[in-house]
């Protein structure tokens, strides 16, 4: 009767935290091409430090569930974290200074911290390998698509009804989640989560190879992040775009990349594409050599599609693969490091990336080439690490 309740209620149970996780993304990044309309209304250019302000408390609050108990119940974990996110959205909605908006930001990375390990955790279930990669994906993609779509609803809605009000809407949504959550949790409570028996396949990976995927977790993050800054920077110094445009840009950068790793999941080219992998790549860092020289706008936007193409071929199984854990273990610790690692890039990204552009543009084109050609290196030994015996844990970020 029980894993019948389950399956009854499992729909509802996992698209609630896909569509917080968007939410959470959403509000991240909806600020990224408005930090000239934010420096103006504080009259301080703090507001530069925006993204990294939510980041990193992000990442610190996550690795912090590595600690917590293997039997938690990663409900309770969930409904804080939301609560969190209605709490700080309304907060930064009514923020009067830079000062006061960067406070409530790192306020609202630490709340909401514990967000993406719970939802990871509840699509997870035991014995069920195919059916929890099915629903993990569904929360993994949501949290792209508030990434992609978040920045450049931020450029195109402040023009119009203003960024206040789009954290305001945020926050109903997310209320509203709240509320629906908290409804079926009343129907379907449980005291802990049942212990994770999984089959490990296969001999389990060294510690040098987990490094890899750690390692491309990180770099992924701080070159989303880190990219975003440099679109802005650049489309605006070289073509002198207002937000809106440069909004029109980030999507153009967004969307190919995204749809592609849409194409190649649901069509398994995954194992195709790592034969075109140093191609692929090789198109993004042609995009960034190309803008190095004085292009017409159009063509300088088709580069951004062209680019995104060919990253976007690295990602399917190369987003931070971690191992299934062994029989009996629990996931919570792997979830919680990969999650913290993969914000602390989306947090450093935007640092390095706006300190190389204060010393030179070229250097912070260099910086991305080298971040490439640092994941085409390490996205095949993630891959030799054995994807038969792995899940990705972590989101498609574009």
């Known amino acids: 009767m029980k894993q019948e309740h389950i399956k009854q209620g499992f729909p509802l149970a ?82 009067t200074s830079a000062v006061g908006f960067l406070t409530i930001r790192a306020l609202t990375g630490l709340g909401t911290g514990a967000m993406l390990p719970s939802a990871i955790l509840l699509s997870l279930r035991p014995h069920e390998h195919k059916r929890s990669l099915k629903y993990m994906v569904l929360v993994i993609f ?9 920045p450049s609803l931020g450029g195109w809605l402040n023009e119009f009804i203003g960024w206040r009000c789009l954290y305001r809407i945020i926050r109903t ?77 980030l999507f153009i950068f967004g969307l190919p990349g995204f749809v592609v790793t849409l194409l190649m999941y649901f069509y398994r080219l995954d194992k195709k594409v790592i034969t075109i992998l140093y191609a692929s790549l090789g ?28 990253f976007g071929c690295s990602q399917p199984l190369f987003i931070g693969i971690l191992k299934l854990p062994r029989a009996g273990s629990s996931p919570i610790r792997p979830v919680a490091k990969g999650s913290a690692i993969l914000f602390a890039g989306y947090g450093s990204g935007p640092l390095m990336m706006t300190a190389l552009l204060s010393v030179d543009l070229s250097a912070a084109m260099l910086f991305l080439i080298l971040l490439v050609l640092a994941l085409a290196f390490i996205s095949r030994r993630v891959w030799n690490a054995g994807v038969r015996n792995v899940i990705p844990v972590l989101p498609i970020s574009h």
């Open 14 to 95: 996992e698209v609630i935290p896909a569509v917080a996780c968007m939410l959470l993304m959403s509000q991240a990044y909806l600020i990224a091409p408005l930090s000239p309309s934010l420096a103006e209304d504080f009259s301080s250019s703090l507001i530069n430090l925006a993204v990294p302000a939510f980041a990193i408390p992000f990442a610190i609050s996550a690795v912090a569930m590595v600690f917590v108990k293997p039997a938690v119940n990663p409900r309770k974990y969930f409904i804080f974290s939301l609560v969190a996110l209605c709490a700080g959205t309304y907060l930064l909605s009514m923020a």
């Open 142 to 150: 949501a949290l792209a698509t508030g990434m992609t779509f978040g």
């Open 173 to 249: 949504l997310a209320a509203l989640l709240l509320l629906i959550y908290l409804r079926h949790d009343r129907r379907e409570r449980y005291d802990g989560v049942e212990p994770f028996i999984i089959k490990a396949a296969g001999r389990s990976r060294s510690e040098w190879k987990n490094r890899y995927s750690y390692s491309f977790v990180y770099l992924t993050g701080v070159f989303h992040s880190g990219v975003f800054v440099w679109i802005s920077h650049y489309f605006t110094t070289y073509y002198g775009l207002d937000e809106f445009h440069i909004a029109t840009d």
């Open 283 to 310: 198109l993004t860092i042609a995009g960034l050599l190309a803008l190095m020289g004085n292009l017409p706008l159009w063509l300088a936007e088709c580069l951004l599609g062209i680019m995104s193409v060919g």
